[in-house]
């Protein structure tokens, strides 16, 4: 759409098109839609469509294409990067897949489920546990993020260890292209090499090459039995032999650990009234691990056999084991609400970052150095995924620090922070995806061939340049 004149008549034309129920353009609607969970983008759009169907969204796309309207996909909006934030100029339609909700088809003996992509996360891991098998993609946004921007995102979340990201959980995917062409690829076949695999293609695109309408999921067999730690550690480098520890002694069945630091903590029970301090003994890092088997397995026994080995090895300081449901709440609250309370706890400036696994400790030492010397406003919060080598570097204000000052240090740290990175060859998003937040850091950090294929890529299958434009890669102009 090139300007607000050509607003109006194209949004009557779509709105003759879907239908009144399919598009709204009024302020209440849209207004909820135009800013990014974190609150760092804000933008505007001519409508709202709210398909009900594939066939829907592929006549809405062809629509768009030819007449080059600029489609924004929004699912839960809990992203992290601005990927589902239009920009400025109001001339871009929003589309949301919320009223695509149902689960198609749960087929316990495929171990596989279809899902629209409008359905929350947590929709689909109450179906599974329906025909009980287990849908193990677990973040703290799982009540409001949908399968749609999982897919887009390629989301992690604190069950990667054991059972991988999004794309590890996706047998295949339903998607509208640019031009209003139907990919359906929604068997639950566990092989299938047949040419170039799209469905992976699609998977962590950001809604640039194409609207994924559904999905087939993996699923496992229910969990019947789990242990959960809270654990007092002394380093980063103990936690990480724990980590191994762990992983050889469960015979792999370590589902999630997490590493917390006391900073993180404090910040919790400062400011997240549910928050029960967890009773160990206070120390510079913690971790949140969790076993858990398909078996009747007694997991309390196998977790406290590996714990009483890592005390005589003087890798832990203290441990708790939750002994009961209400307990392991508990636990996971504590790590879950670690970005509320920051949140609530003022400004950060956030870094979304993996090493090798082995490196961790090293980048904690080096990132530290980095944080003091870059922001004497700040403290560091650096908490997340160890068992994933992913660390959610983060720097809050001090309490009373100047603001300004404070996020005056954003650019400079983010450049220090990500040359570190790269120099020890890890990534600078290593679950969040890029957006509009980081399009810049993927070209300074990309193989120019890397950069250059995804562009062909993106030319290939969107050469109008409608999807989510500006996003991931830099627009250019038609
Ligand atoms: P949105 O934010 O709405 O959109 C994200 C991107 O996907 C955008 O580019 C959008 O255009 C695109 N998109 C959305 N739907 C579609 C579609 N149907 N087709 C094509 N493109 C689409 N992320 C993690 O990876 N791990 C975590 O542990 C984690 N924890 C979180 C905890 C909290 C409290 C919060 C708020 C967020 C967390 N996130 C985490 C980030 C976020 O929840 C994930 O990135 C999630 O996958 C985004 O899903 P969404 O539906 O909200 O997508
Ligand atoms: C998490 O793991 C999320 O809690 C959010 O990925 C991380 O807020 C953050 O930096
Ligand atoms: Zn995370």
Redesign the pocket.
Known sequence: MRDATDSVEFVSQLRELLGPDSLRTGPDDLAPLLA???QLFRGRAAALALPDSTAEVSRLLAFCNTHRISV?????????????TPDESGTALL???RRMRRIRAVNADDFALVAD??C??AEVQVAAEGADRYFPL?????G???????????????A?LRYG??RDLTLGIE?VLADGSVISQLAPLRKDNTGYDLRQL?IG?????????AACLKLFPAVRARATAWISVASADQALSLLALLRERSADRLVTCELVPQAALNLVLQHIPAARDPGTAAAPWYLLVELASSGEDDMDGLLQAALAQALERDLVLDAALARNGAQREDFWRLR?SV??AQRVAGASLKH?ISVPVARIPEFIRRGSALVEQHVPEGFLVAY??IGDGNLHFNVNQRPGADSAAFLAREAPLKRAVHDLVASMGGSFS????I?QLKVAELERYAQPAELAAMRAIKHALDPNGI??PG??LRSTPP
Request: aromatic letters at 2%; glycine letters at 22%.
């Open positions: 990014d969970h974190r924004v996909p929004q699912g839960g909006n809990t992203g992290y990067c601005g990927g589902a589309l949301s897949l992509a409008g929350t996360l677990s973040l703290g946004s799982e409001s993020c949908q399968i749609g921007g999982n897919l887009a995102t390629n989301a992690g979340g604190t990667v990201m999004m998607a699609l695109s950001e809604g640039t090459l194409g609207i994924i309408t879950e970005p509320a979304d997340g995924h290593a679950e969040h995806g957006g999807l989510n996003k991931v």
